[in-house]
């Protein structure tokens, strides 16, 4: 009886370790303070995993430094960053997985540089109605996604360029042209 319980509470716990082994980036985002001109500064250490689903809204200047980590989606049908109405500017982040790996509308912006994002269902970099003379993207690779980058005609960020995409789905490159 003893060793069949004991064989239980191993299998609970070596399954459940993963689930404890990763961090949530909103959690460390909430809890973040700010330094210099940035509302939130956040510098994540390469040798953790962290859950992404982070959501960036109100208006707040936010500086993510990921260091080489690695951000998980939570499942396929999350966005790992969404920025809305604010400026993100993001570097060194590895995003793997959800729907998008970065989601900036409404007047998002900022600069997103250095950054590996793969398996999107839908694009790496999605940007809707942003800021245009605040954003630049640039130097990110881009794989295994549906679209690499996507936005809407007349919408481009100021700078796009030197960004490695491959392996999707159907666009390298796509531009929405409404009529």
């Known amino acids: 009886m003893k060793g069949k319980i004991l064989l239980i509470i191993s299998i609970i716990l070596i399954t459940g370790l993963p689930v404890f082994a990763y961090q949530s980036l909103q959690q ?3 809890a973040a303070d700010g330094q210099g001109s940035y509302d939130k500064y956040i510098e994540l250490d390469p040798d953790i995993e962290y859950l992404g689903d982070l959501r960036i809204t109100g208006g707040l200047d936010v500086y993510l430094d990921g260091n080489g980590a690695y951000i998980y989606a939570q499942n396929s049908s999350m966005i790992q960053i969404g920025v809305n109405g604010s400026k993100l500017d993001i570097q ?3 995003l793997i997985g959800g729907i998008c790996g970065i989601y900036s509308v409404n007047g998002g912006s ?3 540089k ?3 994002i793969t398996g999107c269902t839908d694009a790496g970099i ?3 109605n942003p800021i245009i003379a605040d954003s630049h993207i640039y130097d990110n690779i881009i794989t295994e996604c549906t679209d690499g980058f ?3 005609e007349y919408e481009h960020p100021q700078y796009l360029g030197y960004n ?5 789905s159907r666009y ?3 531009e929405f042209c409404p009529s």
């Open 150 to 152: 996507y936005c809407v």
């Open 172 to 174: 390298r490159y796509a």
């Open 114 to 116: 250095n950054n590996t």
């Open 126 to 128: 999605k940007v809707l």
């Open 28 to 30: 460390i985002f909430l």
């Open 164 to 168: 490695t995409i491959y392996n999707m």
């Open 110 to 112: 900022g600069t997103y």
């Open 92 to 94: 060194e982040c590895v």
